[in-house]
């Protein structure tokens, strides 16, 4: 299994990105795919999911700012982030819980993981 994670980079407060996490040796379709984030200095934390069964589900701290969509052509997930905030800054990941089911922002029921992909948002 591997991801690639992509779409990172530096933008301004209230500006926008989108990261994409393309998928091969798995069908996406069949998993719950996570987003998670690590601060500097700080430690990891769940920011978004979906899955076919459960729908998208986020943090309180990015929902209605960042949007999760897949495309199952692809096999490849999106993570739209709109109004971006200095707070926002971190190296962001994707990853895959295999068997699914539960709270999908706890890094412990994640099996696979990206290589991340860094976002900055200057003030």
């Known amino acids: 299994v591997q991801l690639v994670e992509s779409g990172g980079g530096l933008v301004q407060a209230g500006g926008s990105l989108r990261l994409s996490c393309e998928a091969s040796?798995?069908?996406?379709?069949?998993?719950?795919i996570g987003w998670l984030r690590q601060a500097p200095g700080k430690a990891r934390r769940g920011v978004a999911c979906?899955?076919?069964?459960?729908?998208?589900y986020s943090a309180d701290s990015v929902q209605g700012r960042f949007t999760n969509s897949s495309d199952k052509a692809k096999n490849t997930v999106y993570l739209q982030m709109d109004n971006l905030k200095p707070e926002d800054t971190a190296v962001y990941y994707c990853?895959?819980?295999?068997?699914?089911?539960?709270?999908?922002?706890?890094?412990?029921?994640?099996?696979?993981w990206g290589q991340g992909t860094q976002v900055t948002v200057s003030s």
């Open positions: 990853a895959v819980d295999k068997y699914g089911g539960a709270y999908c922002l706890a890094l412990a029921v994640y099996d696979y």
């Open positions: 040796g798995i069908n996406f379709d069949d998993y719950t």
């Open positions: 979906i899955s076919s069964s459960d729908g998208a």
